[in-house]
């Protein structure tokens, strides 16, 4: 069973930076998709950033050239999702989540929420101005 968990939100000046980790275990093939989603109060889950089964990776339009996406898969069974935010607004504030699918996947459709089957608890990231 895949568990992911998150770490790294927290409060940070518009202008400033956080990096938002996710432990991963149990990926045992290196075909999995893993992304990024964010989420605020009465608004749904919005796709952040994403990886696909080609390692291709795709971005909203919202955060490209702010934040980049990065996955440490030295070992498999256990992987490192990082998402580094940089620049950040004020509209960034958020509960951000990880998320993995069990299978393969290739193309921008994984900034999906639906395409996902793991799902971590989130972080909160509060941006003030």
């Known amino acids: 069973q895949v568990q992911p968990v998150e770490s790294g939100g927290g409060s940070v000046q518009a202008g400033g930076s956080l990096r938002l980790s996710c432990a991963l275990s149990g990926l045992n093939d290196p075909a999995w998709c893993v992304a990024w989603f964010r989420q605020t109060p009465g608004k749904e889950r919005e796709g952040v950033a994403a990886?696909?089964?080609?390692?291709?990776?795709?971005?909203?339009d919202s955060v490209k050239g702010r934040f980049t996406i990065s996955r440490d898969n030295t070992d498999n069974a256990k992987v490192t999702l990082y998402l580094q935010m940089n620049s950040l607004k004020p509209e960034d504030s958020a509960r951000y989540y990880c998320a993995a699918r069990g299978s393969s996947w290739y193309g921008p459709g994984l900034l999906s929420p639906q395409l996902h089957n793991y799902w971590g608890q989130g972080t909160q990231v509060t941006v003030s101005s």
């Open positions: 990886i696909d089964s080609r390692n291709s990776i795709y971005y909203a």
